[in-house]
C-alpha cells in the first residue's frame, strides 16, 4: 500500500508553500525520514522528510507549484529502486491507466482538490487566495459550490471567464499594475529572468507594507566604542574559554536596547486597531543575512539572559542560517529588531521595519574619526546609530530618549552591570 506525502503544519499564520525542489525523482529508493523535497514558505525553507522507507512511486505537485497545508505531494511505495523503475517510466510513458480508478467524466488533474479539501471549514483555500491575489476578484461576493458554502478554484475560474456584465463581483486591483519596459533587443539577450523565491516575494511585501502601513520615521546618534571594544579586548579570551562562544558586539547591544526599551515602553509595543499593545517581555530579533534572503531569528526573553547567554543563542541561530536549519518557530515573537549593516560595511543607513514591530535599531561600522572631548579633538572609534521607529506610537521624544539610553548604555557598559 502507498504512502502518502503530505505538507506538513507550517507553523503560525502559515498556510501555503511552494515546492522549491524535489531531492528525488519518480522510482528513486528513499529510506524513511530521507528529506525528499524542499517547501519555501514565507518565512523559512524547510525540507519534507520521508515518512516511510521504500520508492517514490508518484510527485503530485511539481517544481515551483504552490501547495497548502495537508496538500498531497506525491506516494511512496513498497519495493526497491531497481524494482519500480520499470513501473515508474511505463507510468511517464502512458499515463492512461493511472485514470482507469477513475470515471472517465473526471477531469485529468484532480490535485487541487486536497488542497481545498486541507482548508479550515467555512475557509477558502490557497488556490482561491491566489487567484484572488492576481485578478482582484473578491471571493466574498461569489456564491460559492464547495462544502458549507466555501468558493472553490473552479467557481474563481468561472467569474474570470465570465464577461463583464455576468461577472460584478470583478473589481479594480486597488493599485494599477505598472508594466515593465520592454529592453532592447541589443540587451534582452544579455538578461537573465529567474522567478522570485516564496522567502524573497513575502520579503519584498513585507518591507513595502511596512512602507505604506506605518508613518517610519528615522533618528540618528553616533555611540564611542572604545570602553565596549576595551572591555571585549580585555576578557575575550577567558571569555571563550569559559563559554566557549566568541565575545561579540550584539551583546552588549542586546542588553543596551532592552535598557532602553524598559525606559522607554512604547518602542516595545505595537498597534491593534485602536488599541496599543505593550509588551512587558523582550523578545529581540537579530537580522541575519543568508543567500537566500533576510531572517530575522528571534532571542526570546533576552532580559533574562546574560551576555554569554545572548551570545551564544545568537551563535547557535548563525549556524542554523547558515545550514538553512532555521524554523518557523524561532522567527515568532519578536518585539524589537537589531539589524547590522555595519559587517557589510555599511557607514549609515535607514532599516525598515520589522512589521507589527513600532521599531528596529541600525547598527554600522565603527570608524575611526577625530571628535572633541573636553575642549580636545582626540580620534575615537565610533559608529553611527539609527533608530527607525513607527511615529503612530512613538514620539520624537521618545525615539531620540531611546537612542541616548543606548548610546549612555555602551560608552558606559557598567551600567549595563548595574542596570542603570
Not at 72 to 96: E, F, K, V
Not at 303 to 330: F, H, M, N, V
Not at 359 to 376: S, T
Amino acid at each position: 500500500m502507498a504512502t502518502e506525502i503530505r505538507v506538513p503544519t507550517l507553523g503560525e499564520s502559515v498556510t501555503e508553500a511552494t515546492i522549491g525542489k524535489w531531492f528525488k525523482k519518480a522510482g528513486d529508493a528513499v529510506a524513511a525520514d530521507e528529506p525528499i523535497v524542499e517547501l519555501e514558505t514565507d518565512k523559512v525553507t524547510i525540507e519534507v522528510p520521508a515518512p516511510a522507507a521504500g520508492v517514490l512511486s508518484e510527485i503530485v505537485a511539481k517544481d515551483g507549484e504552490t501547495v497548502g497545508v495537508g496538500a498531497l505531494l506525491g506516494s511512496i511505495g513498497a519495493g526497491s529502486g531497481a524494482q519500480a523503475a520499470a513501473p515508474a517510466a511505463a507510468a511517464t510513458a502512458a499515463p492512461a491507466p493511472a485514470k482507469t480508478e477513475a470515471p472517465k467524466t473526471e477531469a485529468p488533474k484532480p490535485a487541487p482538490a486536497p488542497v481545498a479539501a486541507a482548508a479550515p471549514a467555512g475557509a477558502n483555500g490557497p488556490a482561491v487566495a491566489k487567484l484572488a491575489a492576481e485578478t482582484g476578484i473578491n471571493p466574498a461576493l461569489l456564491a460559492g459550490s464547495g462544502k458549507d458554502g466555501r468558493v472553490t478554484k473552479g467557481d474563481m475560474l468561472a467569474a474570470i471567464s465570465a464577461p463583464p456584465a455576468a461577472a460584478p463581483a470583478v473589481q479594480a486591483p486597488a493599485a494599477p499594475v505598472v508594466a515593465r519596459v520592454p529592453s532592447t533587443p541589443g540587451d534582452a539577450v544579455r538578461e537573465e529572468r529567474v522567478k522570485m523565491t516564496k522567502l524573497r516575494q513575502t520579503i519584498a511585501k513585507r518591507l513595502k507594507d511596512a512602507q505604506n502601513a506605518a508613518a517610519m520615521l528615522t533618528t540618528f546618534n553616533d555611540v564611542d566604542m572604545s570602553a565596549v571594544m576595551s572591555l571585549r579586548a580585555q576578557y575575550k579570551d577567558v571569555f571563550e574559554k569559559k563559554h566557549g562562544v566568541k565575545l561579540g558586539f550584539m551583546g552588549f547591544f542586546t542588553k543596551a536596547v532592552i535598557q532602553a526599551l524598559k525606559d522607554v515602553p512604547e518602542v516595545n509595543a505595537e498597534i491593534d486597531g485602536q488599541d496599543l499593545i505593550y509588551k512587558n517581555y523582550y523578545n529581540i530579533g537579530i537580522a541575519v543575512g543568508t543567500d537566500k534572503g533576510l531572517v530575522v531569528p528571534v532571542v526570546r526573553d533576552a532580559d533574562a539572559l546574560s551576555i554569554a547567554g545572548i551570545e551564544k543563542t545568537i551563535s547557535g541561530y548563525g549556524r542554523k542560517a547558515r545550514d538553512g536549519k532555521l524554523g518557523i518557530d524561532d522567527m515568532q515573537g519578536g518585539t524589537f529588531t537589531i539589524t547590522n549593516g555595519g559587517i557589510y560595511g555599511s557607514l549609515m543607513s535607514t532599516p525598515i521595519l520589522n512589521a507589527p514591530q513600532s521599531g528596529i535599531l541600525g547598527m554600522h561600522r565603527i570608524e575611526e574619526r577625530p571628535v572633541a572631548i573636553k575642549g580636545q579633538v582626540v580620534i575615537r572609534p565610533m559608529m553611527y546609530l539609527a533608530l527607525s521607529y513607527d511615529h503612530r506610537i512613538v514620539d520624537g521624544k521618545g525615539a531620540v530618549t531611546f537612542l541616548v539610553r543606548v548610546k549612555e548604555a555602551l560608552e558606559d557598559p557598567t551600567r549595563l552591570v548595574l542596570d542603570l
